[in-house]
């Protein structure tokens, strides 16, 4: 990890490029209008009292705005920002890529001097932030200085309320969207999210299971030592869980929703078992939008009854083998796989639900290729 006068160095240049910037194009703070209320617009004054003047304010001004967002690492210690992260896995994923790009080995690493190692890390920091940032992660971090603003202002603390108003205003312009990157409190909550995201991936890997997302590797279940690492992770890292739960409801619509549309094909039902499922439905009821929608549930709720009634232990055991099967084979289980290992879960769960649940999507896009299958025979007509 870089020194302290390391950092302070960093800080330096950064100001420095800032001011030259300022002067070669003029400084102009944003228009009032930019400001939330009348009661942030006092606070700045009193972070930075010539603001308030006729006279624009100069370099001095903008140079302790820029400080101020340079030196905000602090601010992840504030209970508002307890839950704000960057994707771990995926940073970590595009740390992975950034030292490929720049050809970083332990070779490389070992020719450099510390100064120059401290660079490179300085340098790949701010590229992750900038290719990992997005307005809706910059609006989570305004909305935590808003809220951190709003409680040390009620707490009478007027130094650390100015501090944040001159830091809203700055990264809320234009003028600081070059900043976002390198501010204490993004390059804080990255390296927050990579630390978090090395530990996930040290026990995926003791699991095996490097090519499974956070949301997968919650369901597995098998090894009881893993998801003891595991949740002692998300319990270190407070508001991971939160990222966790997205990364599972997204797997899990995601792949549910291929089940149905037959874009993930799992041959788990015969044609016959189709065809007996399929006798049960009742036929579509045209013209009418709310029948519709009412037969459309009946009929997925006499599919689920089917599929529970299928479920014997044997078909179960039938099931685990096929996913077993797409699992060990790259090329099957493709982009898929994260899917595949939390189905894999779910059919192992006590709650027989939990199976049913996507075999009844699996039933649907099965039947439904089985149905076209039947119309594209010779001597078929289509309806």
Partial sequence: MPRRNKKKQRKDERRKAMQRVRQEKGWQPPPDVEFVDDELTRDLLTFIPEMGGDQPPGLAAAETLTDAVLESYDLLDEPEFAMIYFHPTRTVGIYAELEDERGVTEEMLNSLSEE??????????????????????????????QAVWMRVRMQGDQE??????????????????????GSGIVQA???RSLDAGFELLDIMEEAGALRMDVGALVQTGRDEELQKKFLAVLAKYPGLGDLVSEDEAVTWDRGV??????ELYL??????????????????????SEAEASQARANIQKMQQYVAGWLTPEHRDEVRGELLTMLEDE??????????MALLSDLDDEDPDTAVAFLTAAFIGELTDLAEDQLDQPGMARG
């Fill in 116 to 145: 120059e190692e401290d660079d490179l890390f300085f340098d790949l920091m701010e590229e992750i932030a900038r290719r990992s940032l997005t307005e809706e992660l910059q609006k989570e971090i305004l909305d935590a200085m």
């Fill in 160 to 181: 650390q309320a100015g501090r944040l108003a001159g830091m809203m205003m700055l990264l809320g312009s234009e003028a600081g969207e070059e900043l976002w990157a």
């Fill in 189 to 191: 909550i990255l390296r």
């Fill in 257 to 262: 929703q291929a089940l149905m549309d037959g």
């Fill in 267 to 288: 041959g788990i039902f015969t044609d016959e078992e189709l065809e007996a499922g399929g006798d049960l439905l009742s036929p579509p009821v045209f013209g009418n």
């Fill in 331 to 340: 090329e099957l289980a493709g982009e898929w796989h994260p899917f595949l």
